[in-house]
């Protein structure tokens, strides 16, 4: 659920794994939110970007999948929080880690001591931004990339990958939502992009979660891992959430703690999400032969254009793109036909009946699937 602050200076402690809080509304007081050996995946709105703390403590693994801003950032050793989207951060420090993509976090006072790694990393490009003179090179530990630091502004300074270099691996994906019965991949990849491992290095995976609701098949040759959800258990949080890691091992078998592994974050839910909808105007018709009607079909939510068909194949009727989604249907010869449109697992149909004795006509409506 989500939790909303109602007084300034209010203080959150979460402790323990996979901890069901979806959102933390600051509603812009003064917040301190700390996490205890926890393992969660949250959004945050509405945060007070001069005085909003988050301490991480005792191995936490936190990650904001939203856009965040926020006065401070601690960081315990062997804590992670990863920023799935674009950050603003006033101070941040700390033994751990934190993960960002490339070019979406801005440091507005500094930079202390924590070990920074970044995602789409290419040499050239925007590692991230500071306000000027708050952050040096030598503040933080750079994992896998080396910088160069440069006027962006006379407010900002841009921070600029020089180079890359092996520094462990990593997922394309970091958070993953899989539907009960439904599966996704994840790919895994040297990091930064474009390096190499050791070549006595070995890769192994493990699956931290409930084996009855989760399974990971991963394919050596592609290193492409699939991610099957086949149970969802509606009054237990934790059954519903796993990490996916990889990490590479000495020929003895030994991890090689030198390399940061690649973490996945899943979370199984009831039902795919709702991420559009694909709508004709019409339900039925019925015309003689030779008649001509037209069908609109309609995508919202996705850009996707739907394929449409004729499920006779023009024995009863000739079906025409006209473009824009919209579809002629002429008569051909008496019977039943659908027009069929999809967008990847989704469809709608219309029945279209020829019949030279029955009265030209049709049913509009909604006639609408979800896309999901």
Known sequence: GAMIATTDDAEYNFSGNNVSVASIDGDYYSTTINFEESNMVLSVTNMNSFDTSFNLTSESDVTVNSSARLGSVEVEEDSVLRFAADA???DMSGDGMVVANAGQLHIKNGLADVSLKLNNLAAGSTAFTADVDAVDESDFNAIGYSLTKESA???VDRFVVESVY???LAFDKEFVTVAQGYSDTITLAAYPTGTSAPSDARVM???????DYFNVVVDPNTNVATINVTGYNADDVDANTATIRAYLVDEDGFEL???????CKVTAIAQPEIRGT????TTSYTMPVGGIYDIQ??????????????SRTGSIFKLTDLGNGKYRVTGVNEGTAYVIATVGDTRVSVAVTVDNN???GGVKGNNVSEIR
Not at 205 to 211: A, K, P, R, T
Not at 257 to 263: F, M, Q, S
Not at 278 to 281: S, V
């Open 88 to 90: 603003t951060v006033g």
């Open 153 to 155: 502004s006379s407010t």
């Open 166 to 168: 092996f520094a462990g």
């Open 205 to 211: 995976w493990e699956l931290d979660g409930n084996d």
């Open 257 to 263: 703690e030198d390399y940061v592994p690649a973490v």
């Open 278 to 281: 694909l709508k004709a105007d």
């Open 297 to 310: 079909f309609t995508v919202t939510g996705v850009d996707a254009a739907p394929v449409v068909t004729d």
């Open 358 to 360: 029955a009265t030209q």
